[in-house]
C-alpha cells in the first residue's frame, strides 16, 4: 500500500511492473457515484495518486516534498464495479515543476475510463 493518507481511503495497492507502478483500487460501495457507477472524485484520486507515484519512482529522492499546482481530468466512460487501475507517466522533469500524465482503466489501458495531466510543484531539500 503507498503511505499516502488519501491513498490508503481509497484503499489503493501497486502492482509493481515494468516502468512507472499501477495502482489498483479495489471496488466497494463506498467508491459508487449513481448506481452502478464508480464516483469521478474516486477515479479521480487514483489517477491523481498514479502521477504522483510515478513522479516519486522518478525523483528517486524520498526527501523531496511535492504540491500539485493544477489537475486535469478527462472521464471517457463509466467506472463499473470492478477494480480501477492506473499509471502515471512523467513527461517532463524540471527542477521545481513536473508535468505528468496518468490513465486509469478496468478492462484494458487500451479502453481507458479516465485520463488526467498534472502540474506538480517539486521542492528537493
Known sequence: MIDIP????????????EGAPVLVM?????????????????????LEMAAVAALLQQLDDASAQWKPINVTVDYMR??????????GRVTRLGSRIANVEAIAWQE??????AAARMNIMIKRK
Open 108 to 113: 484494458s489501458p487500451e479502453k481507458p475510463i
Open 78 to 87: 463509466g467506472g463499473r464495479e470492478l477494480p480501477t487501475r492506473a499509471r
Open 26 to 46: 479495489p471496488f466497494d460501495t463506498g467508491k459508487l457515484g449513481r448506481p452502478g457507477f464508480l464516483h469521478g472524485g474516486a477515479i479521480g484520486g487514483l
Open 6 to 17: 488519501y491513498a490508503r481511503l481509497l484503499g489503493l495497492d501497486i502492482e509493481h511492473g
